[in-house]
């Protein structure tokens, strides 16, 4: 429970509904909810009944409240002066508004519903509270003169998400669909059962784990048995892809075995598709469950355990999807580099791709990185890893459901796609490098991107030790593009009009794909 205390006018509905939506919780406000109980406005119970009245009826409806499902709850100004009120909130996370008194009552003062407003002792009043707001706190937060979004925005980033070793709290995901940490580092797995938040009616948590990521299942087990849950196992069958139609049936048969409600928790480990997978049945079974994310590849961790997509493969890529925001996702680096991950050159792709949509200075530290990320030196791996990370986190904070900046991270996927379908040999690491060069060819070709962008692709993913050139038809890649998820009346790209200013939405015309194919083939 998060609960909302500061004197009238310090933006407690405000900034608490915006916490509310940020962290995917209901917004209550407990004046509302005495009004609603009573049929009669506070003003109204104050004159009929005097203040003593109101405080009794006050205090029984937060102790109701605090007692009921999570939620942000706002205060009344006065609410923390009952000694009652102060106790109970002792065992919820308080945040404390401030605002200077000729500012509050600048933004109240036409407010004729404020039955203490219009009273000649509110500077002592107001004197008189600060104390007591600041007694019951857990965060305090100054209000005046400040942007809304910039106070929730301060709240969220104090009341998420758990300490690491070092201090820090992991990168911050604040999406409408529920903020959360990203945890990233190098044995940061030990730590696991303090940095994933445990539902409060858990009564059981099940890790999902990959069908070859029995090691990691184990040792992610073995961590969250600290918990004082149950700790279950259920791992995707073998032989097929674990993001596949059939993996969905599996698990959920396993889950209905188990009783799994909507209190519990899963954790999910492994790669790309085990995330997907285990996305899709967190925001599916049973309406919606909490999950967690322990990816275990370079890919996962860079790119796509970050932003709440779940969603099962069928021809024509993942077009069974949900957005469905973790809980918490922990990112070992010294997992994704173990020596028999083969699949890291698919997280440095994805690395470079946010370099090119977001931030070019990023290009620069990869090729600078090339020597130690050859070999897999976990310290410059890591560093990359939390930048695409913050990269990641920052797109989806300001669009969760790829209605625009999102849209921009697809980026060389949708040429990659249609590589892999054509060539099924080619690596996740190779098609994605293709992808980047051809949606760069392309870029050049509708007179977008100069000479010097396409350069910087090609020279950032061959230090890289990715593929820049390789041969396609159009006629072996029309099939899937045609399948591709963004297709609207044709084809649509994200190209770049230069290095980190993407474009999303355009559609090109068979020739300029041929053409930017054709540019691939000669290098």
């Known amino acids: 429970m998060i609960v909302i205390v500061g004197f009238m006018g310090a933006g407690k509905t405000t900034v608490g509904r915006m916490l509310a939506e940020r962290l995917g919780l209901p917004f209550v406000d407990s004046d509302l909810v005495v009004e609603h109980e009573r049929r009669r406005t506070i003003k109204e119970i104050f004159a009929e009944h005097g203040e003593t009245a109101f405080r009794d009826i006050e205090e029984e409806t937060i102790a109701r409240l605090l007692d009921g499902p999570a939620c942000v709850l706002s205060l009344g100004g006065g609410a923390c002066g009952r000694e009652g009120t102060r106790a109970r909130l002792a065992d919820h996370t308080v945040v404390y508004l401030h605002v200077e008194l000729d500012d509050a009552i600048l933004r109240v003062g036409r407010d004729e519903y404020r039955p203490l407003l219009h009273d000649p002792g509110l500077p002592d009043l107001y004197a008189g509270r600060l104390a007591v707001y600041a007694g019951v706190a857990d965060v305090v937060a100054h209000t005046t003169g400040r942007r809304v979004e910039d106070i929730a925005w301060e709240v969220i980033d104090q009341v998420t998400g758990r300490d690491e070793d070092d201090g820090t709290k992991g990168v911050l995901v604040a999406p409408p669909g529920g903020s959360y940490r990203v945890h990233v580092g190098v044995g940061v797995l030990d730590q696991l059962a303090g940095l994933v938040p445990m539902p409060q009616d858990a009564e059981q948590v099940v890790v999902v784990a990959g069908a070859g990521e029995r090691g990691a299942a184990e040792l992610v087990a073995r961590h969250l048995a600290r918990q004082p849950v149950p700790v279950r196992h259920v791992s995707l069958a073998s032989g097929v892809p674990d993001n596949d139609l059939a993996q969905l049936g599996h698990v959920s048969a396993e889950l209905s075995r188990l009783a799994v409600h909507r209190g519990d928790l899963l954790v999910g480990v492994g790669g790309e598709a085990t995330c997907e997978i285990v996305g899709f049945l967190a925001g599916t079974y049973n309406r919606g469950v909490a999950h967690a994310l322990v990816p275990t590849t370079l890919e996962a961790q860079a790119d796509s355990a970050v932003g709440g997509k779940g969603a099962v493969a069928l021809p024509g890529a993942s077009v069974l999807g949900v957005v469905h925001q973790p809980v918490a996702v922990v990112c ?192």
């Open 332 to 523: 070992d680096v010294a997992l994704a580099v173990a020596p028999e991950r083969p699949d890291v050159e698919a997280g440095l792709a994805e690395i470079a791709k946010h370099g090119l949509v977001a931030d070019p200075t990023l290009l620069d530290e990869l090729v600078a990185a090339g020597p130690a990320v050859a070999a897999r030196d976990t310290a410059a791996l890591l560093r990359l890893v939390r930048r695409s990370a913050e990269i990641k986190a920052d797109v989806v904070t300001n669009d969760e459901r790829e209605e625009g900046g999102r849209l921009h991270l697809n980026y060389g996927h949708t040429f990659s796609r249609a590589f892999a379908a054509a060539d099924p040999a080619l690596s996740g690491g190779a098609a994605l490098s293709l992808g980047l060069m051809a949606a760069a060819h392309l870029s050049r070709r509708l007179g977008r991107l100069d000479e010097a962008g396409v350069e910087a692709h090609r020279r950032t993913l061959t230090v890289l030790g990715l593929p820049v050139t390789a041969r396609f038809a159009l006629d072996d890649v029309a099939d899937a593009l045609r399948r591709d998820r963004k297709y609207r009346n044709g084809w649509r790209f994200v190209i770049l009009s230069a290095l980190g200013s993407p474009e999303a939405g355009v559609s090109p015309s068979e020739t300029d794909v041929a053409a930017a194919l054709a540019d691939l083939a000669a290098g």
